[in-house]
Nanobody, 125 residues
Framework: QVQLVESGGGLVQAGGSLRLSCAASGRTFSRYAMAWFRQAPGKEREFVASISWSGGLKRYATSVKGRFTISRDNANITQYLQMNSLKLEDTAIYYC??????????????????WGQGTQVTVSS
């Protein structure tokens, strides 16, 4: 079983940057693909970015491409989401997710068996 804990959320002005971290634990975790999702108040949870277990393959939602970067450090069993040029519409609770496949996962919630508790990101004007 994989356990995920997010950190790094907070309040930031539009145009600023934040880096989210997701620390993971569990046997064979290095072979788990991972992703970030987000959910704004009153809206459904949506896909943000995903990464293969090796870190060689990445996928981004159109709304964040060019601004966000997903990465992972398998030595420390941690994944990151670097968020630059933040916009008001990026305000949401961000969730770390993982599955047991080695390839690049897609945007469907059903593909992910493990979830963190989330970290709040608030972008102000």
């Amino acid at each position: 079983q994989v356990q995920l804990v997010e950190s790094g959320g907070g309040l930031v002005q539009a145009g600023g940057s934040l880096r989210l971290s997701c620390a993971a634990s569990g046997r064979t975790f290095s072979r788990y693909a991972m992703a970030w999702f987000r959910q704004a108040p009153g809206k459904e949870r949506e896909f943000v970015a995903s990464i293969s277990w090796s870190g060689g393959l990445k996928r981004y939602a159109t709304s964040v491409k060019g601004r966000f970067t997903i990465s992972r450090d398998n030595a420390n069993i941690t994944q990151y989401l670097q968020m630059n040029s933040l916009k008001l519409e990026d305000t949401a609770i961000y969730y770390c997710a993982a599955n047991s496949r080695t390839g690049l996962p897609g945007p469907s919630l059903d593909e992910y068996a493990y979830w963190g508790q989330g970290t709040q990101v608030t972008v102000s004007s």
